[in-house]
């Protein structure tokens, strides 16, 4: 699987995969995004909550995109034609340049070539968001479960190699996609979580917390949403940690936590709205983290309804 170090400024070659990756990555977040109800020139839901807008994108900001090192297309020589034509691009521009980033790739990614396998990375590492929008009451298009089920099928296998607590998130990140792709009519195989992370500590318990985000739905409930509901107080220092810090990702993932815990009725120790706005002013203007503030400003709209306890328990 590609690596997922794309940091801004890290050296790439011209031909390297992690361009791909990311630039999968970012165009699959976005593609979530616009299906979101009150993001991505959808029109919001009645009374759902109005979403903060994206700031302007700086190409370095973006991961992947160094600014001068702007990503190519594969198999492209680097003239300024050939540019991946998003580098430049605020989250809700994404969407129509996927055809020219990945040759052979249809719009619905469907009913062509086999996917990249930078784009089934992606659509791997982002899991849960991906399918996020038909936990919000949205629906996913086929194509992108097709994708879903695919990129879980290759990628989903455990790493032999991976230490304990990185493995764990994995296998939790698969749990929750497996689970939304079942609802969807997709029948695919994962590794059952072990358990909810270590709760020793509380800055230790947060940092798989944080990677975790992606399964705070109004759908969802595991081991791991009971803890939440159990040790709200800790999420909030968590996050408070974060933003001082300046953690924006972490802050955001465990916001996420705090905005599910008050969309399924539970404590809120924080007042969401003015740490939402901070987030929105703070955020790198990648898609990705766009989708995550959306999600988060759906879910910190008001009580909501999660389902009964039926998963690993």
């Known amino acids: 699987m590609p690596s997922t170090d794309t940091s801004p400024g890290t050296p790439r070659r011209p031909d390297d995969p992690r361009r791909e ?39 370095s900001s973006v991961p992947g995109h160094g600014g001068t090192d702007t990503p190519r297309s594969p198999g492209h020589g680097g003239s300024p034609d050939d540019r991946l034509p998003f580098a430049g691009a605020g989250p809700h ?45 949205a ?17 989903g296998a455990a790493d032999p190699a991976a ?5 764990l998130v994995r296998a939790w990140h698969g749990w929750a996609t497996a689970e939304l792709l079942t ?22 318990w947060a940092q798989p917390m944080a990677q975790l985000g992606p399964l705070a739905l109004p759908t969802l409930d595991s081991q791991v949403h009971r803890l939440a509901r159990r040790r709200a107080l800790d999420l909030a220092r968590a996050t408070t940690r974060a933003v001082l810090r300046r953690d924006h990702r972490a802050a955001l993932r465990l916001t996420r936590w705090l905005a599910w815990l008050a969309a399924t009725g539970g404590p809120t120790p924080l007042d969401l709205p003015p740490l939402l706005a901070h987030l929105a002013r703070t955020g790198d203007g990648s898609a990705r983290s766009a989708l995550d503030l959306a999600l988060t400003t759906h879910l910190a709209a008001g009580p909501g309804r999660s389902t009964p306890p039926d998963g690993p328990r």
Do not use: C, I, M, N
């Open 139 to 155: 629906p996913v298009d086929p194509a992108t479960l097709a994708l879903a089920a695919e990129a879980q099928r290759v990628f």
């Open 183 to 204: 609802r969807a009519g997709h029948s695919v195989s994962t590794v059952p979580p072990a358990g909810p992370p270590d709760e020793a500590g509380w800055q230790r």
């Open 163 to 167: 230490a304990p607590a990185a493995a």
């Open 93 to 137: 521009g994404l969407r129509p340049f996927a055809p020219h980033s990945f040759p052979g790739l249809s719009p619905e990614l469907g009913g062509g070539p086999p996917a990249p396998r930078a784009l089934l990375a992606a659509a791997h590492v982002l899991g849960p968001d991906l399918l996020a929008p038909a936990a919000h009451g």
């Open 21 to 59: 990756y990311a630039a999968a990555t970012e165009w699959l977040a976005a593609k979530a995004l616009d299906a979101l109800p009150g993001a991505g020139g959808r029109p919001a839901a009645p009374g759902s909550p109005g979403l903060p807008a994206p700031g302007p994108t700086d190409p």
